[in-house]
């Protein structure tokens, strides 16, 4: 017999896709800021591809110990994230605005 509050959810209210049901890579972004968390994950997958051609990034990637470890990141999107967590705010600015350029 189930308790009177362990019902389900109706779907209505799921209308927001919970933490883990949004890529990593999207995740990541909007932790730095590089996107809205409203930005479609197509296109927040294009950002990130972008973000991790940049050639700043690229040097901060090499540059990460690779014995350091970040909760809930693949360890293919792992290295971007800890080169963005590097970056001073004024860098995560110059990288916004070189993203800008590149989308214009």
């Not at 470890?69 to 971007?80: D, E, G, I, N, W």
Request: positive net charge; charged residues 25%.
């Amino acid at each position: 017999m189930r308790h009177p509050r362990q019902h389900k959810r109706p779907a209505a209210a799921q209308n927001h896709p919970s933490a883990l049901e949004v890529p990593s890579y999207h995740r990541i972004l909007v932790k730095h800021g590089l996107i809205e968390k409203t930005l479609p994950i197509p296109d927040a997958y294009e950002v990130f591809l972008t973000v991790g051609a940049d050639p700043e990034v690229q040097k901060l990637r090499r540059e990460v110990a690779p014995g350091n470890k970040m909760k809930h990141v693949p360890a293919l999107y792992l290295a971007t994230a800890m080169a963005l967590q590097g970056m001073t705010k004024q860098e995560l600015e110059a990288l916004k605005l070189r993203m800008k350029k590149k989308r214009a």
